[in-house]
């Protein structure tokens, strides 16, 4: 995720330039990096719904780091916090607040079945380590415990169950695959559609004498700190989780879907960037949260890479057991 003033910052001379276009001949270039922007930010609020939706289905969110979801919060809330101050429009400010909300209803989410199952677990080894009395008759003590012979099918199915609901097997399943592209598909095609009807109803309009800010004020000043800030959480949120997914050696409980959305929305905002324009000022501008996009893209793609890996590793035990307990069956 990126500040909200950095959709994008423009510079002077482009603000001059086309504050004389009515959105009846917008340029080409401001209509792509509008489309792409439009994109991101779809991106963005539609973000953290597939983890949700993960956790609560698998009951479960031990798969998540919760240095990850910390970081990520206080860049959000920095974001909120830089669009207060520089006073971005209402809009942009709502949407700080509403990320900064999904982050806590996450986090919330998290900590409530961490809890959950932690409580779950002391009750379970409460209850294996309680010993028989010794007036208990040994056939009964027998009788509580029958040994019994587990099928193949009795063991891999809850688990099978587990991996498609926590997204365990989403690099392999095909129908994985065609809903997660079926679901970037809907965020390119709703982005599109909410630029198209901004643009209708004349919200790229630019009047005559708009008021160009002072970018050496205090506020502009802060603004551009807690911008930074935020870029820079952003940036850094990812590497507990990352840590994490290498010490435990599996990526289950993360939503796949999940990542796939933020390299969606870093890459359209940095196409977003560089179509609108070209000039050196204006990239130099841009250049922190350009640099925190792609940072953040190349830490999606080694998640993706832990996902490849290490459900490739658990699917191959997994079927080294299966013939083990095949062949155990069979004598």
């Known amino acids: 995720m990126l500040p909200l003033s950095a959709f994008p910052p423009i510079s002077n001379s482009a603000i001059q330039a086309s504050d004389t276009m009515l959105s009846q001949n917008l340029p080409v270039n401001e209509a792509l990096s509008g489309i792409f922007g439009s994109i991101s930010l779809t ?15 698998a009951k479960s969110a031990e798969g998540l780091s919760m240095g990850f ?30 990320f900064c909300i999904s982050d806590l209803i996450l986090i919330t989410q998290c900590i409530y079945y961490n809890v959950r199952n932690a409580r779950i677990a002391r009750r379970r080894r409460r209850s294996s380590t309680v010993e028989p009395s010794e007036d208990e008759p040994l056939l009964r003590r027998s009788s509580t415990n029958p040994p019994r012979r587990h099928s193949h099918h009795e063991h891999s199915n809850p688990d099978a169950i587990k991996r498609v609901v926590t997204a365990e097997d989403e690099l392999t399943s095909g129908n994985s ?40 004020s205090p506020a502009a000043i802060s603004g551009m700190v807690l911008g930074y800030a935020s870029a820079i959480c952003y940036l850094c949120a990812r590497i507990p989780q990352i840590i994490k997914n290498y010490r435990q050696k599996s990526c289950e409980g993360l939503a796949l879907l999940f990542f796939l959305f933020s390299l969606t929305g870093n890459m359209m905002y940095g196409l977003s960037v560089f179509s609108y324009s070209q000039e050196s000022e204006y990239l130099i501008k841009a250049t922190p949260w350009l640099v925190g996009s792609l940072g953040t893209m190349v830490e999606d793609c080694i998640i993706f890479y832990q996902f490849s890996i290490y459900s490739s590793r658990e699917s191959n035990s997994e079927s080294g057991l299966s013939g083990a307990n095949d062949g155990h069956e069979t004598v």
Do not use: H, M
């Not at 959000?76 to 101050?85: E, Y």
């Open 177 to 216: 695959w065609i809903n997660n592209s079926l679901a970037i598909f809907a965020i390119y095609l709703v982005g599109a559609a909410g630029w198209f009807i901004s643009y209708r109803i004349g919200a790229w309009d630019k009047p005559e004498d708009a008021d160009v800010g002072d970018s050496s």
């Open 69 to 98: 979801l910390a970081i990520w919060l206080f860049g959000d809330v920095t974001n909120l916090s830089g669009a207060l101050v520089t006073g971005l429009a209402p809009t942009a400010t709502a949407l700080a607040g509403y």
């Open 43 to 57: 991106a963005w609020i539609c973000l953290l719904i597939p983890q949700l939706i993960t956790n609560y289905k």
